[in-house]
Nanobody, 125 residues
Framework: QVQLVESGGGLAQAGDSLRLSCAVS????????MGWFRQAPGKEREFLAA????????SYPGSLKGRFTISRDNAKNTVYLQMNNLKPEDTAVYYC??????????????????WGQGTQVTVSS
């Protein structure tokens, strides 16, 4: 199985930037793509970004309007989420996830087999 550990969350002010990291270990040979999601209390888990390991093709929802960028470092087995111009509504627990089967529906949580424990991001006004 794939093990994922998120880091980089914390407190931020509106307008700040943060970069989240997701360290990947385990059966990385079967890992096709990585995704970032977030979940605020009482809300559905929201898709943020995805990237494939082989081609680094990326996928984003239109709602983020270019504020978030996903990237990966194959040598370090690490995926990043760069978050710019943070807003209070970005406050949530942020999760990375791994997909082991080829897919194009990156926004669906069911596509991902493995999830990290999450890292809290809190943005104040």
């Amino acid at each position: 199985q794939v093990q994922l550990v998120e880091s980089g969350g914390g407190l931020a002010q509106a307008g700040d930037s943060l970069r989240l990291s997701c360290a990947v270990s385990g059966r990385t040979f079967s890992n096709y793509a990585m995704g970032w999601f977030r979940q605020a209390p009482g809300k559905e888990r929201e898709f943020l970004a995805a990237i494939t390991w082989s081609s680094s093709s990326t996928s984003y929802p239109g709602s983020l309007k270019g504020r978030f960028t996903i990237s990966r470092d194959n040598a370090k087995n690490t995926v990043y989420l760069q978050m710019n111009n943070l807003k209070p509504e970005d406050t949530a627990v942020y999760y990375c996830a791994a997909a082991t089967l080829p897919t194009v529906t990156f926004d669906l949580p069911g596509v991902y087999c493995c999830w990290g424990q999450g890292t809290q991001v809190t943005v104040s006004s």
